[in-house]
């Protein structure tokens, strides 16, 4: 099984900033199918990014994804407020299917 | 419009059954790769099981934690997922989600909004 560690577990930034999440995978994750999930309080998971460096249809490009083989990235350019919420990395290359921890991104 | 719709979540004993649904619309249901992903309260997300696509016979796979107790089914002519959960302890408590998938290796690009299950006595 291929666990994914993301961090930080917590980011408290200003809108305006730019975030900087990580995944971390510990092993290679397969032709880097690698996706970025955001889900705020009380809504399903919206997926953001896949093939670790897709833009989802719709996805505002002040997101992007990058990396490959264990190390992954997903980069908000500039916070909106609405940016404001739970980012969860998954590998769907190999089963089972697995998931990060996530990384609350906070208004400071 | 895509819509994917759960129902048949509740309160259940240590030990119960429990069925859920996930009713589908705006795509062709046969076509495609169909998940379940759980949330415990106050935590993380946690891959399920899935049913695979009418092309690849409706082939299932699951989460060791679920293996042998949770069993997944479909029925296209009613363009329904199901989740049958048997055996079920108080750590199976979460959210439900389906979530669709375009195949095996490709992410979940629609998810339903999910119904609670809670086993406690």
């Known amino acids: 099984e291929i666990v994914l560690t993301q961090s930080p577990g917590t980011l408290s930034l200003s809108p305006g900033e730019r975030a900087t999440l990580s995944c971390r995978a510990s092993q290679s994750v397969s032709s880097s199918y690698l996706a970025w999930y955001q889900q705020k309080p009380g809504q399903a998971p919206r997926l953001l990014i896949y093939?670790?460096?897709s833009r989802a249809t719709g996805i505002p490009d002040r997101f992007s994804g990058s990396g490959s083989g264990t190390d992954f990235t997903l980069t908000i350019s500039r916070l909106e407020t609405e940016d404001f919420a739970v980012y969860y990395c998954?590998?769907?290359?190999?089963?089972?299917?697995?998931f990060g921890g996530g990384t609350k991104v906070e208004i400071k | 419009e895509v819509q994917l719709v759960e129902s048949g979540g509740g309160l259940v004993q240590p030990g119960g059954s429990l069925r859920l649904s996930c009713a589908v619309s705006?795509?062709?249901?046969?076509?495609?790769?169909m998940d379940w992903v759980r949330q415990a309260p106050g935590k993380g997300l946690e891959w399920v099981g899935r049913?695979?696509?009418?092309?690849?016979?409706?082939?299932?796979e699951y989460a060791a934690s679920v293996k042998g107790r949770f069993t997944i089914s479909r029925d296209d002519s009613k363009n329904s997922l199901y989740l049958q959960m048997n055996s079920l302890k108080t750590e199976d408590t979460a959210v439900y989600y389906c979530?669709?998938?375009?195949?095996?290796?490709?992410?979940?690009?629609?998810w339903g909004q999910g119904t609670l299950v809670t086993v406690s006595s």
């Open positions: 979530a669709r998938a375009d195949r095996w290796s490709a992410p979940f690009d629609y």
């Open positions: 049913s695979r696509n009418k092309a690849n016979s409706y082939t299932t």
């Open positions: 093939d670790a460096s």
């Open positions: 998954q590998q769907y290359g190999s089963s089972p299917l697995t």
């Open positions: 705006g795509f062709t249901f046969s076509d495609h790769y």
